[in-house]
């Protein structure tokens, strides 16, 4: 097979084009502790809690771990039933091919990725909960990880990426349990925001970037670059909204490219983003709480979406994310 073409962008020249506008950037507003992010293209629409409380409504009466198509209220057993966990192929984590990108989707937008020599971590989410408490709220998993960080067969984790900080990707004892378990050695890369959340729970080796901002991974081939994403944040509701950037991942190899798209709706800049750094040879795009579309189209993909961005983003293989594993009220139905 011929090798593939790829695109040439160095951090000088994408430093350039950020500088000239030619690239897409957050809309930024305020300064120092008022700073806000937003998304800029026509496609956003931001939601407030007048829509949530609306949306919550609607969803009254149904169960609070989500239903599945012609049985709204499934059991545990009716999720399993749905949704089998295969079995963790350790054989080929232990030995992932060097020519290749290798990926073992764990749950929700959590892979493990192994490309080139390195293994990381994209959005790990092992809690039961995503909120910060887990004996009640937030929502509720239904399917368990595919493995446990505390597994011995784990592979040794080089870095982890982040998109946001919203519970469902940012899981505080995720990272609580990945820290005591690899040490300063192991280094996040999160979007522009969050590296104070993190010294704060004793993770030093943090990395922030804004979007199309580039980074190589000490001691490695690769190189990892911060990309748009069209979504929000917040961990605390109206307080720290838009207060941190969210984002998607692109990570780069000598011969193997990887993008990890977090949460987005879908917008123009996935064709940026394919022109700038594609093809991939695995992309990884979330498909999950898409409906009702008129609160959550501009934030999260559907299925017909995701197959837009996989060929304008030239990606050769894709992974779907965000489906099967974590559910609540406010989460639709999903088809067993």
């Given at each position: 097979?011929?090798?593939?073409?790829?695109?040439?962008?160095?951090?000088?020249?994408?430093?350039?084009?950020?500088?000239?506008?030619?690239?897409?950037?957050?809309?930024?507003?305020?300064?120092?502790?008022?700073?806000?992010?937003?998304?800029?293209?026509?496609?956003?629409?931001?939601?407030?809690?007048?829509?949530?409380?609306?949306?919550?409504?609607?969803?009254?009466?149904?169960?609070?771990?989500?239903?599945?198509?012609?049985?709204?209220?499934?059991?545990?057993?009716?999720?399993?039933?749905?949704?089998?966990?295969?079995?963790?192929?350790?054989?080929?984590?232990?030995?992932?091919?060097?020519?290749?990108?290798?990926?073992t989707w764990l749950g929700h937008a959590s892979c493990l990725v192994q490309m080139e020599g390195m293994n990381f971590l994209t959005d790990p989410i092992f809690s039961q909960?995503?909120?910060?408490?887990?004996?009640?709220?937030?929502?509720?998993?239904?399917?368990?990880?595919?493995?446990?960080?505390?597994?011995?067969?784990?592979?040794?984790?080089?870095?982890?990426?982040?998109?946001?900080?919203?519970?469902?990707?940012?899981?505080?004892?995720?990272?609580?349990?990945?820290?005591?378990?690899?040490?300063?050695?192991?280094?996040?890369?999160?979007?522009?925001?969050?590296s104070e959340w993190f010294k704060g729970c004793g993770v030093q080796n943090v990395h922030e970037l804004g979007w199309w901002q580039e980074v190589q991974h000490p001691g490695?081939?690769?190189?990892?670059?911060?990309?748009?994403?069209q979504h929000w944040s917040s961990r605390k509701g109206n307080s720290d909204k838009h207060k941190s950037l969210w984002c998607g991942w692109a990570v780069m190899g000598a011969?193997?490219?990887?993008?990890?798209?977090?949460?987005?709706?879908?917008?123009?800049?996935?064709?940026?983003?394919?022109?700038?750094?594609?093809?991939?040879?695995?992309?990884?795009?979330?498909?999950?709480?898409?409906?009702?579309?008129?609160?959550?189209?501009?934030?999260?993909?559907?299925?017909?979406?995701?197959?837009?961005?996989?060929?304008?983003?030239?990606?050769?293989?894709?992974?779907?994310?965000?489906?099967?594993?974590?559910?609540?009220?406010?989460?639709?139905?999903?088809?067993?």
């Open positions: 097979m011929a090798p593939v073409k790829r695109a040439a962008g160095t951090l000088k020249d994408t430093a350039e084009m950020i500088a000239a506008g030619a690239l897409s950037q957050p809309r930024v507003t305020g300064s120092g502790s008022s700073l806000r992010f937003g998304n800029p293209w026509p496609e956003w629409q931001e939601k407030g809690l007048p829509d949530l409380l609306k949306w919550a409504w609607a969803r009254r009466g149904n169960p609070s771990t989500g239903g599945l198509v012609n049985h709204p209220r499934p059991s545990p057993a009716d999720f399993a039933r749905a949704f089998p966990i295969a079995p963790a192929n350790y054989t080929a984590m232990a030995s992932p091919p060097g020519d290749a990108v290798q990926a909960r995503c909120s910060p408490i887990q004996w009640m709220g937030g929502v509720k998993r239904v399917v368990q990880p595919a493995l446990q960080l505390d597994d011995p067969k784990l592979p040794h984790i080089h870095f982890v990426v982040i998109s946001h900080n919203h519970y469902d990707h940012l899981d505080y004892n995720s990272v609580m349990q990945l820290h005591k378990r690899f040490g300063k050695d192991l280094a996040w890369y999160v979007p522009l925001g969050l490695s081939p690769l190189t990892l670059a911060c990309l748009p994403a011969a193997q490219r990887f993008w990890f798209a977090g949460d987005t709706g879908y917008c123009g800049v996935f064709k940026e983003i394919g022109q700038r750094y594609g093809p991939f040879d695995l992309s990884a795009i979330p498909i999950g709480a898409y409906t009702p579309q008129w609160m959550l189209k501009a934030q999260h993909v559907n299925p017909t979406e995701a197959v837009q961005i996989h060929q304008v983003g030239k990606k050769s293989m894709c992974l779907q994310l965000r489906i099967c594993s974590i559910l609540s009220m406010l989460i639709p139905s999903i088809s067993g």
